[in-house]
């Protein structure tokens, strides 16, 4: 059995997940936590991903990264590297499918404590990097860390978009689902099944280790309350 789908897939939705906890909580840090004019737009566009089929996305990433599109070229042409039916732009369909749920839940972990105990930190002498790190962080990280569950699962399942941008391209691009799809069209069924049976198991112990992980620490932190 060839396991590239597995290693594929778990590459993937880890940089993928990485990617989404730094932009999804500075974006809920800069968006959700403050008032300006336009705020609703800009929230719409960036919750704008979870609405959309996966194939429109793809075609959106695809008309972006291809050899014609405003990026795609750019790249090609300056460093001669081409993201589209590569790992990389897996990658990014990946990001930018799951990135709703991370800034969905990181806008509301930063909502549900009270600002005071920020603002009192600031009246301290406590600068904006050191009061997020020591306090808000902390406080939102329960919510945070339900919302980078949600983000590596979304990853590691995502497909319509990956197709379309990254393409079925043996030991290349070919992720756990985009595996499942050709082995049933081919008729490998056996091949379909074990790639099944691999997806729900990694689903599964993920969310249930961090959900292990998660009651355990909030105890903690309860406790040293």
Known sequence: MNYTPLILSLKIASIATCIVLVFGILFAR???????????????VLMLPLVLPPTVIGFGLLYM???????????????DFQIVFTWIGAV?????????????????????????????????????????????FPLAWPGLLA???????????????????????PNKTDTIPIAIYFAVESGNTDKAVFWVISMLIIGFSAILWLNWWSGRNILKFTNEK
């Open 30 to 44: 800069l968006v959700a936590r403050n008032q300006f004019p336009g705020k609703r737009i800009i929230e719409s």
């Open 65 to 79: 990264f291809g050899k014609n599109g405003p990026i795609g070229s750019f790249l090609l042409q300056t460093f």
């Open 92 to 136: 990014i369909a990946a990001t930018v499918v799951s990135f709703p749920l991370m800034y969905q839940s990181a806008s509301a972990a930063f909502q549900t404590y009270d600002s005071n105990i920020e603002n009192a930190a600031y009246t301290m002498g406590g600068s904006k990097w050191r009061v997020f790190w020591t306090i808000s």
């Open 147 to 169: 919302g980078l569950v949600l983000t590596f699962a979304r990853a590691l399942g995502e497909f319509g978009a990956t197709l379309m941008i990254a393409g079925y391209i």
